[in-house]
């Protein structure tokens, strides 16, 4: 399914776990050094300071360096504590690699919020950007909170309405 930033809770209501999904606009990028930072941002009512609308946002566990992007661990704690309040912030998709906890799975549910896992390849994934600037935290280098305009950017549906490819399903 081709997706469009911002995603709207109908796009996020109509997919189910194993679908593949192809995003295309805005997306944001970000890991465990900044965002817990945007957290507090969102936590203290200031995203708009910056700049940030998280509304219908997707959320990429990435560093942006030229080497490339690729999925970092979204089940470090940085990074899967800051699962629940963004979702709240309004972020629809958060993109990444690994299994979640029950508990982030029903904040997802709870949000209209899904977890999308990307292939591991960092050359196919690079060759989706098509712009990248930083939209917070530049002191961080590489782990910025960055905005990046991607086209066609692939992954699978992980979790999605209380539902986990993680978890074993009951017969």
């Known amino acids: 399914m081709d997706i469009t930033t911002p995603v709207s809770p109908e796009q996020i209501h109509s997919l189910k ?15 465990d050094a900044v965002l817990p ?11 708009t300071e910056k700049g940030l609308t998280l509304q219908g946002a997707v959320v990429f566990h ?36 690994g299994s979640l906890s029950r508990q982030t799975v029903e904040a997802l549910k709870k949000n209209g919020a899904i977890f999308a896992v990307t ?3 960092s050359a196919l994934l690079t060759a989706k950007m098509r712009k990248q600037r930083v939209a ?16 066609e950017f692939p992954a699978i549906v992980a979790i999605a309405h209380g539902r986990s490819i993680f978890e074993k399903s009951e017969a």
């Open 17 to 31: 776990i194993y679908d593949k999904i192809r995003i295309t606009g805005n997306i944001y990028a970000g890991r």
């Open 37 to 47: 930072k945007i957290v507090k941002l969102y936590e203290e009512n200031r995203l």
């Open 62 to 97: 990435t560093a942006v360096s030229v080497a490339g992007i690729g999925p970092t661990s979204s089940n470090k704690l940085e990074i899967e504590s800051s699962i629940l309040p963004l979702s709240e912030a309004g972020v629809k998709i958060h993109l990444g690699k």
């Open 119 to 121: 292939p591991p390849i």
């Open 136 to 151: 917070a935290f530049p002191e961080e280098g590489i782990e910025a909170f960055y905005e990046l305009e991607v086209v």
